[in-house]
């Protein structure tokens, strides 16, 4: 009924555990003395920030980033400052969550037989009483 899908959420960043590491890849010396790589986690169960229904679609859409301990992880390493990776890994947060808000569409299925099943059992029967018809004693 009134389920709200809002436009923006803001995500509490004192509720996600937020630590920086060293980025891998290409950089120059710049890439091993930086720790520029950005990397938040949460426990997904224990966000109280995200109803309930939400979070138990974000398992199912992004069981890939969970651990076994069930904790989201999200990384962000295409910056090469710590304040822009930070933002882009909230972002990339905000898209997850947000991507798990609508209620998915019920889909009914369809009861009964289709238009084409409804022929094909015609012409079988068709097929069938012509068989028993040639038969019966021909007459000459």
Same mark, same amino acid.
């Given at each position: 009924g009134d389920w709200k899908v809002p436009k923006k959420i803001t995500i509490p960043e004192d509720k996600l555990e937020i630590s920086f590491v060293r980025s891998s890849g290409a950089g120059g010396q710049n890439v091993n003395k930086v720790n520029t790589?950005?990397?938040l986690r949460?426990?997904?169960?224990?966000?109280g920030w995200?109803?309930?229904?939400v979070?138990?679609?974000i398992k199912n859409n992004v069981a890939g980033r969970i651990n076994k301990e069930g904790y989201l992880t999200?990384?962000?390493q295409e910056y090469r400052t710590q304040a822009q990776n930070r933002k882009d890994a909230v972002r990339k947060l905000e898209d997850i969550v947000l991507k798990a808000?609508? @209620?998915? $569409?019920?889909?009914?299925?369809r009861k009964g037989v289709s238009k084409a099943a409804k022929e094909r059992k015609k012409q079988e029967k068709?097929?069938?009483s012509q068989t028993k018809s040639? @038969?019966? $004693?021909?007459d000459f």
């Open positions: 790589k950005v990397e949460f426990l997904l169960d224990g966000a995200i109803p309930a229904e979070r138990s679609r999200v990384t962000s808000y609508p @209620r998915p $569409k019920l889909r009914k299925m068709k097929h069938r040639n @038969r019966k $004693k021909v």
